[in-house]
């Protein structure tokens, strides 16, 4: 990659990174005084749960654009691309996420595909909060993650 495709990966990234930010801000204020039975509340947090994901999932799809853009089975390419940056492929570019990133994010993504297609099941407050404590840990680590690879592809 020349050095100005570099320069636009990283504005790309920035930008993107900070939506992801807007996003989580927006969580956790959706997540303040959380309480078991108001609903609306529940499925505000959750809706912002659901959109955390989709914007770090979205930085996934800009860089697998800029070096290898393949998923190769449609039916399961959420996962497949998760799993990709978790993935050093050598030659082309370092991984994007750590495994403890990976592992959290996983679990995001399942309740997203939960909060997408359970479409009459209730928001249960327990999940709701045991990925809240996934996302509060994934906004650090996923800024640590993308610092390094930023680092190491040299922009």
């Known amino acids: 990659m020349d050095e100005k ?3 636009v990966l990283r504005a ?3 930008g993107q990174m900070d939506l992801i930010d807007d996003v989580f ?3 956790t204020a959706r997540a303040v005084d959380l309480q078991a039975d108001d609903e609306v ?6 809706y912002q749960m659901h959109n955390l994901y989709s914007a770090v999932e979205d930085l996934f799809k800009l860089i697998a654009s800029q070096f290898e853009n393949q998923v190769a089975d449609v039916s399961r390419w959420h996962i497949e691309l998760l799993q990709r940056m ?3 492929i050598p030659g082309v570019r370092p991984a994007l996420v ?15 595909h ?8 209730p928001i249960e407050f327990d999940q709701l909060q045991i990925n809240l404590d996934k996302a509060q840990q994934v906004h650090s680590s996923l800024h640590k993650d993308v610092s390094l ?3 190491r592809i040299g922009v």
Do not use: C, M, W
């Open 5 to 7: 495709a570099l320069i």
């Open 12 to 14: 790309d990234v920035k």
């Open 25 to 27: 801000t927006k969580l």
């Open 41 to 46: 509340q529940l499925e505000s947090a959750a």
């Open 86 to 88: 978790k993935q050093e």
């Open 98 to 112: 750590s495994p403890e990133t990976f592992n959290l994010l996983n679990g995001l993504r399942s309740f997203r």
């Open 114 to 121: 939960f909060f997408r297609h359970a479409y009459t099941a």
């Open 149 to 151: 690879f930023l680092e």
